[in-house]
C-alpha cells in the first residue's frame, strides 16, 4: 500500500512539474531554467523535441552519477529521467496553456509555470522514490568534492546556463531569479506533502493498528 500511494504521488508532482516547464517554454523569450535553456538550444541546433534532449541529458547525468556515487541513483531517479520529457513534448503538442498576447500576460504565464514546477517538484519529491538525475548529479559532486549543496548548484546551473546561452538558448531576466523564485515554493509543498504522507503511513501501520485494537477492545 505505502509504494503504491509513493509511486501515486510521485506521477502526480512529475505531471505537475512537466507541465511547468512546458508552460515557461512558450514564453521563453523572458527566460527559463539554465537546464531548459540547455535543451532548447540543442533542440534548435539538432532537431529532435525538447522532451527528447531532457531525456538525453538525464541519462548521460545517471551514467555520470553511477560512477561517481551510486548512493542518489534509485527508481525515481530513472522515472524522472525517462518520463518529464515525453510530458513536456505531449503537453507542448496539446498546447492547454493560458493563452496570452502582451508581455504583462506572458510574465504571468511564465510566473504561473514556475509556481507549477515548485509545486510538482516538491511533491515529486517527497514521495520518497529518490532524486531527479539532476539533483542526483549535484549531490553526488556535492559529497566527492565536499562542497555545500548550494555551492555545487550553483556552479553546475551557471556552467549549463553558459553553455545553453552560447548555444543559443533563450536566456533572459527571469532566468537569473528563476531559482529564487521556485525554491521557496518548491520547500513548502516539500515540507507539507511529506508531513501528509508520514501520517497516512503511520495510519496505515500495523503496530498502530493493534495498539489502537487492544486499547479499544
Known amino acids: 500500500m505505502k509504494i503504491t500511494s509513493q509511486f501515486l504521488v510521485f506521477m502526480i508532482g512529475l505531471t505537475v512539474f512537466s507541465y511547468g516547464i512546458a508552460a515557461t517554454i512558450q514564453v521563453q523569450y523572458l527566460g527559463i531554467h539554465p537546464w531548459d535553456v540547455l535543451n532548447v538550444a540543442l533542440f534548435d541546433l539538432f532537431g529532435l523535441t525538447i522532451g ?40 507542448m503538442y496539446l498546447d492547454y496553456f493560458p493563452k496570452s498576447s502582451t508581455t504583462i ?13 515548485g509545486i510538482g517538484g516538491g511533491v515529486y519529491s517527497a514521495a520518497g522514490l529518490g532524486a ?47 531559482t529564487f523564485l521556485q525554491s521557496p515554493v518548491y520547500q513548502f509543498f516539500f515540507l507539507t506533502t511529506r508531513k501528509r504522507l508520514e501520517k497516512l503511513y503511520n495510519h496505515w501501520n500495523p503496530k498502530k493498528e493493534k495498539k489502537y485494537k487492544k486499547a479499544t477492545g
Do not use: C, H, Q
Not at 561517481?68 to 510530458?87: E, K
Not at 500576460?105 to 514546477?117: A, N
Open 132 to 178: 531527479g538525475p539532476r539533483d542526483g548529479f549535484m549531490l553526488s559532486i556535492s559529497d566527492k568534492l565536499g562542497f555545500s549543496i548550494s555551492r555545487v548548484r550553483i556552479i553546475t546551473e551557471s556552467a549549463i546556463l553558459v553553455i545553453g546561452w552560447l548555444l543559443g538558448g533563450p536566456v533572459f531576466v527571469f532566468t537569473f531569479i528563476f
Open 105 to 117: 500576460t506572458d510574465v504571468f504565464v511564465l510566473l504561473f509555470g514556475i509556481l507549477l514546477m
Open 52 to 91: 527528447t534532449w531532457a531525456v538525453i541529458v538525464g541519462f548521460l547525468l545517471v551514467i555520470v552519477s553511477f560512477f561517481l556515487d551510486r548512493t542518489y541513483l534509485s527508481v525515481g531517479t530513472f522515472l524522472n529521467a525517462l518520463l518529464i520529457g515525453p510530458m513536456v513534448d505531449l503537453f
